[in-house]
């Protein structure tokens, strides 16, 4: 409730509140009168506001249900922050030249080690793409080491038969050793 002192006594409505326009002992004593009902604040929106000596008070709306469920509310945010903490900490220490001092909290903040990590899975990335690309060049020559060996046990049967007709037509050959 927003209290102002004017010679006029009126109310006026601003973006949804209403303001009275009056001193605060005529906000007391007329009201009965009134015809608007007060503005209610959100539990916990203005738990104390201090205008012109008075000192407005909502805590006392808040129910022991109210309290329990705020304090569980708290207590579940303060976990979630914990654990972000935590994983924040622990990407810091995995990230290269990111690492956190938790003595003295020196080091990155928590938007730079992000940021970090954000460059170093980049980094990850591509060096992973290089190496499947790589991979496959090396998969490629083993299928053609491959072929080439099937190639040559061809090509050893061949002449080992080429040898026997050779032979067979009583020709001599130069037998190599290192070719067998």
């Known amino acids: ?6 010679a006029d006594p009126t109310l006026t409505q601003t973006a949804g509140q209403f303001y009275v326009m009056m001193t605060p002992s ?13 503005h209610m604040y959100t539990v916990g929106e203005y738990s104390s506001q201090q205008h012109e000596g008075f000192n407005w008070k909502m805590d006392s709306l808040r129910t022991p249900r109210d309290e329990r469920r705020r304090a569980q509310h708290n207590e579940v945010e303060r976990r979630r922050r914990d654990k972000i903490n935590n994983w924040i900490v622990a990407l810091s220490k995995i990230i290269p030249d990111c690492s956190i001092d938790g003595a003295t909290k020196t080091g990155a903040s928590k938007g730079g080690i992000l940021s970090k990590a ?18 496959r060049a090396v998969e490629r020559v083993q299928m053609d080491n491959e072929l080439l ?6 090509l050893k049967s061949e002449n080992g038969l080429l040898r026997a007709q050779l032979e067979h037509h009583g020709i001599d050959t130069i037998t190599d050793a290192s070719a067998q």
């Open 26 to 38: 005529d906000v007391l004593h007329s009201a009965s009168q009134r015809t608007l009902a007060p």
């Open 1 to 6: 409730m927003s209290t102002q002192t004017a």
């Open 118 to 135: 954000c460059d170093y899975i980049g980094e990850l990335k591509q060096h992973n793409q290089r190496l499947q690309e790589s991979l």
């Open 149 to 154: 060996r099937q190639q040559l046990e061809e």
